[in-house]
């Protein structure tokens, strides 16, 4: 199973709603990852966990919340977001392999389309 | 800070045509390189990676890639490309730093193919 699979396919929240996304994957990856994607953008890294610790923030405001509760689980906790976060949400994992040369592929999700009105 | 450059951001080709996509990186360490493809409506699948050896590196479906290192390029090649290669290509860059990746793609081709 090489598959990673993000929930809900899309959401419209308000600006005072409180909302999560939620990533899963089973190929035994301890590194998973948020990216944000707007509309005719790159992907843009957000998050990097490894063994459930949150090893990067990329600067991303606070109104952005991850969480790692398991191996297999990821999620995005949202609050009080503003328009300008409406995007693609692409939840990722690869293998963690500790010395490693950084080479390992990583698999992305479907993604959660946002959008905040 | 790393970065990745595509020159070409639309190209359109009609079918059996060659295809090559331009991709520069400006890193000055070690660094893996891949080719990340989105079909319409699909998620992001990797095409194929280069980390060490040989730098012509063969992915799937016939596309291909070589690391010039001196020129700090990672080119996509494909000798004649079919309709259903009709897609959005990323080329990524990622920093060797072990374990996890910190990867940064550039601002992405949109390949059209005409039948």
């Known amino acids: 199973d090489t598959e990673v699979t993000q929930t809900p396919k899309h959401l419209v929240m308000g600006m005072t709603n409180k909302k999560s996304l939620k990533c899963e994957q089973h190929?035994?990856?301890?590194?998973m990852y948020w990216y944000k994607q707007k509309a005719k953008k790159p992907p843009e890294l957000m998050f990097v966990y490894s063994y459930e610790k949150l090893s990067i923030n990329e600067s991303v405001p606070s109104r952005f919340s991850p969480e790692c509760p398991n191996s297999s689980l990821l999620n995005l906790h949202l609050h009080a977001l503003q328009p300008e976060d409406s995007a693609l949400y692409l939840c990722?994992?690869?293998?963690?392999?500790?010395?490693?040369?950084?080479?390992?592929?990583?698999?992305f999700g479907p993604g959660t389309r946002l959008l905040v009105l | 800070a790393q970065s990745v450059s595509q020159h070409n951001h639309h190209v359109i080709l009609s079918e059996a045509a060659s295809l090559e996509l331009g991709c520069n990186y400006s890193?000055?360490?070690?660094?893996?390189l891949f080719w990340y493809v989105q079909y319409p409506g699909q998620h992001l699948q990797l095409l194929l990676k280069y980390f060490s050896g040989d730098p012509l590196v063969k992915g799937i479906k016939g596309f291909e890639a070589e690391f010039i290192k001196s020129k700090f390029s990672f080119n996509l090649r494909k000798p004649s490309v079919q309709w259903s290669d009709t897609a959005e290509y990323f080329c990524?860059?990622?920093?060797?730093?072990?374990?996890?990746?910190?990867?940064?793609f550039g601002t992405g081709t949109k390949l059209q193919v005409i039948p």
């Open positions: 190929m035994g990856h301890r590194a």
């Open positions: 890193y000055g360490g070690t660094v893996n």
């Open positions: 990524a860059v990622n920093r060797a730093s072990g374990g996890y990746q910190k990867v940064t």
């Open positions: 990722a994992s690869s293998p963690f392999t500790s010395g490693g040369a950084g080479s390992e592929t990583q698999y």
